[in-house]
């Protein structure tokens, strides 16, 4: 039986800061319109992939690597000024409102397969911090998400057992990996796209992050 969380852990990239921003900087280095998306997909790809094989490479590595591959022809100070654009996402509108709501309930952390440094700063620019109690990279493990590893290293981080401690994300691959470890877990689904069937289905899903929030605190409540 899923139990309330004692602690709500917000995936960052796509969940809490959308990455639109990074669209002109694209432009400039010679994308399209689907570039963004298709980028962000082999990004993901890789670092899946090096995981599975048992290898470990930053997001920053990763990110500049599948971008060559994406647009072989771009000068590198194009694709540099891509990447550093993940420093500086805005957050989606909904963002606060679920962490404020979330600490009413619960304590906070986030779980990003990006960098600890370039994380605080996002949630710094976007006074999101205030929010947060850690921020747990899977730097820590050498390992991405969706195995396991860093799911259990942020239960370990804030002292409580998985099954207390709860994913909000718009991914459901982190879904699936969240509930693999254990934990509870909440899908938000802003696009409207279908929940993939080859994946375990979150325990709340909501069509913005506070929904998410308020169904993952709101978990094992009777009636």
């Known amino acids: 039986m899923v139990v309330p969380p004692d602690v709500v852990a917000f995936d960052v990239i796509d969940t809490l800061f959308s990455l639109a921003s990074l669209e002109p900087a694209l432009v400039a280095a010679g994308g399209g319109p689907s570039t963004l998306e298709l980028w962000f997909r082999r ?40 990447v550093a654009g993940f420093t500086e996402l805005d957050a989606h509108p909904d ?23 370039s994380t605080r700063v996002l949630l710094e620019r976007s006074g999101l911090d205030a929010f947060v ?5 899977v730097a820590d493990t050498k390992a991405w998400k969706p195995t396991a590893a860093p799911y259990l290293h942020a239960a370990a981080v804030v002292d409580v057992p998985p099954e207390r401690l709860a994913v909000a994300t718009v991914h459901p ?3 699936h990996g969240a509930y693999r470890a ?3 877990t909440g ?3 802003r696009d409207g796209r ?24 709101g978990l094992g409540a009777s009636g």
């Not at 279908?194 to 605190?217: C, T």
Request: hydrophobic share 50%; aromatic share 6%.
């Open 43 to 82: 990004l993901l790809a890789d670092g899946f992939a090096l995981t599975a094989a048992g290898d470990y490479r930053s997001f920053s590595d990763v990110a500049k690597a599948s971008l060559r591959s994406v647009l072989p022809d771009a000068h590198d100070n194009d694709l540099e000024a891509v």
């Open 95 to 117: 963002s606060a409102p679920a962490m404020g709501r979330a600490v009413e309930g619960a304590r906070v952390v986030v779980v990003t397969n990006g960098s600890a440094r």
């Open 133 to 137: 109690d850690s921020v747990v990279s």
């Open 173 to 175: 691959w982190d879904v």
């Open 182 to 184: 254990g934990l509870s």
């Open 187 to 189: 899908w938000c689904n």
């Open 194 to 217: 279908r929940y993939p069937a080859i994946f375990h289905a979150a325990d709340v899903h909501g069509p913005e992050l506070l929904s998410v929030v308020e169904g993952l605190l």
